[in-house]
């Protein structure tokens, strides 16, 4: 029994399934109302993204010698960013974009955090169909394990970003500053994974304590899962555990993914925290 007007957060999402629906619809025509190219937006910035990065980093600072299809390297990178980031970003905002409805009725708060998410995968779909097609024709042979992998790399990003982005929704009704701060976070997250350089440069050059925190860092792991399961089949087969391909990957990735996973579940548990302490002002703040 709970008194009417309150909800459990993210555990009652999935029973106002219709409304969320209809908040994802209602973002997904915002965003492109008076846009000539609308969806074909999702596929024009990675690709020009891709362009400018793989002639920067991969020709003329030639991170790119010796690695086979550093093409589908990097591009697997690269949308993995661009999905934390713009759930990050559109969680952050979520409640004051909402102000009207927040202030107006009742419903669940973090159906406006969680349709963000959604409305950021449906832009991630076309990038990932994309980067699919770019693998197929360099010769991807994905096995059941990275199937597996990709999952859990999107996986990995959205709770992280959803995590993040449920605290700074709170703060940011309160201080519009949050939005700043999660631009810096953006700017941060992407030289802190291994998007256009290689993991073990990393690995070589900082001490093995900050090594740790680099690994612990969800995002970084949700990137190399991509890696393993868009780039590595494309270089040819993994004839063993302890074979030279298996070098391609940070070692215990598996062990490593697996503390990305429960980093990001506490992210989303400490963001919730924080939204519903904060969830019973939005009303008045936005008033």
Do not use: C
Not at 63 to 88: C, K
């Amino acid at each position: 029994m709970r008194a009417p007007g309150h909800s459990r957060g993210i555990v009652d999402i999935p029973k106002w399934w219709y409304l969320l629906d209809l908040l994802v619809k209602k973002e997904l025509r915002v965003r492109y109302r008076g846009s000539i190219l609308g969806m074909m937006w999702t596929y024009v910035k990675p690709v020009v993204q891709l362009t400018v990065f793989y002639f920067a980093a991969g020709k003329f600072m030639k991170m790119s010698d010796g690695m086979d299809n550093y093409v589908i390297y990097l591009f697997s990178g690269i949308i993995m960013i661009n999905l934390f980031n713009e759930i990050l970003m559109n969680v952050t905002t979520s409640i004051v974009a909402n102000a009207a409805l927040v202030g107006k009725i009742y419903l669940p708060r973090e159906l406006f955090p969680v349709s963000s998410v959604w409305v950021a995968l449906v832009h991630f779909f076309p990038q990932v169909v994309v980067l699919l097609v770019g693998a197929v024709v360099t010769g991807w042979r994905p096995g059941p394990l990275n199937i597996v992998a990709i999952m859990g790399g999107v996986l990995v990003v959205a709770l992280s970003a959803l995590g993040l982005g449920l605290a700074f929704a709170a703060w940011n009704v309160m201080f519009r500053d949050s939005q700043n701060f999660v631009e810096l976070i953006s700017m941060v997250v992407f030289w802190m994974s291994p998007v256009i350089y290689k993991w073990s440069m990393v690995n070589e050059a900082i001490p093995r304590w900050l090594w740790y925190v680099y690994m612990a860092n969800p995002v970084t792991i949700a990137v190399e899962l991509f890696h393993y399961g868009f780039w590595v089949p494309t270089t040819g087969p993994l004839t063993s555990a302890h074979g030279e391909m298996w070098t391609m990957m940070p070692n215990h990735w598996v062990y490593w993914s697996g503390i990305g996973l429960v980093v990001s579940l506490v992210l989303v548990a400490f963001g919730q925290a924080v939204f519903r302490k904060h969830e019973a002002v939005f009303a008045q703040e936005l008033g």
